[in-house]
Structures are given as structure tokens and as C-alpha cells.
């Protein structure tokens, strides 16, 4: 049976917003709806990709609940200097590669843009998504999301969720 046979058309379209809303919230840095993305008992993980490939363990952020993410959140406004950014995602559509039952294995491409005040716009982080998403009561959530980047190197630090 194929992956379209086991996902509705709407869920296809609710995954699609999924991702685009998710870019439009950390993008706006509107820091508290980034948790509300994920279930109560998710993964977010942010791996360099030689780590992913060979199964270590090792990442550059890791965080295993809903509750840790909006401790990154308290993080993002409250206790981490840093100087001030703008970022901007652009998303590859997600591709499905495994439906069963309201969960979904995909994988989407991510570019992330950053931008200093008063310099220009760089290249700052370059992945693929790697996630599982549920259909839950309140509509698709992520429970797994890995942000696996390819550059081994990362500027400084990273402050904000990809």
C-alpha cells in the first residue's frame, strides 16, 4: 500500500501548514508557540550530521519534553546574552516517508537565514528535518523532530530553535 493511500488529502495539507506555521512562529520570534508545536513527551534534537550518520549520540541541543522546550523559552527572553538576530527558514515541502495510523515519518530540507542588525544576511545553519508527527486532539504535533545540520562548524553559538 502507498504512503498516499494511508494519509487524507487534509492531513497532507495539515502537515504542510504544520511545517510553514512552525517556520512563521521562531522566524517572528514568537518564543511561545514554539513549544506548542510538539506533544507533552516529544524529542528536539540539533545534531551535526557526521554525529547522525555514525550513531553517536553527541548534539548540539537535546531536549526530551514539552516542559524542557519552554525552559529554552524562559532561556531565549530572560537569561541568554547574546547580540540580537533576525532569522528566516525556507522549508522544502516535507516528504512522507512512512504513514500508519495517524503518525508520520518525514523528512523536509531547511535553510536557515541569519541576519545582524546593521550587516547582511548569511547563511547560518542547513539541514534536514528528520521527524515524527502525530494527529492528536488538537491537530499534528511533532513528537520527534531532528534538526541534523551538514556543516560540522556552527557560528558561535545557537540561540534560537531551527
Request: aromatic share 14%.
Amino acid at each position: 500500500m502507498s504512503i498516499s493511500s494511508k494519509m487524507s488529502f487534509d492531513d497532507w495539507l495539515a502537515l504542510n501548514q504544520l511545517y510553514a506555521d512552525y517556520a512563521a512562529a521562531v522566524d517572528s520570534g514568537q518564543w511561545d508557540l514554539w513549544p506548542e508545536f510538539f506533544t507533552e513527551k516529544c524529542v528536539y534534537r540539533l545534531q551535526p550530521r557526521e554525529n547522525h550518520e555514525r550513531g553517536f549520540p553527541l548534539a548540539t541541543l537535546s531536549f526530551t519534553s514539552k516542559g524542557m522546550l519552554k525552559d529554552r523559552v524562559y532561556g531565549i527572553r530572560e537569561t541568554l546574552f547574546h547580540d540580537p538576530y533576525y532569522q528566516r527558514h525556507v522549508v522544502g515541502t516535507p516528504v512522507v516517508r512512512h504513514a500508519d495510523n495517524g503518525r508520520y515519518q518525514c523528512e523536509a530540507n531547511y535553510a536557515v537565514l541569519r541576519t545582524k542588525l546593521s550587516e547582511a544576511s548569511t547563511v547560518f545553519n542547513v539541514g534536514r528535518y528528520i521527524d515524527t508527527v502525530v494527529k492528536t486532539s488538537e491537530g499534528l504535533k511533532f513528537e520527534s523532530r531532528q534538526c541534523i545540520y551538514d556543516s560540522e562548524m556552527i557560528p558561535n553559538s545557537i540561540i534560537y530553535p531551527i
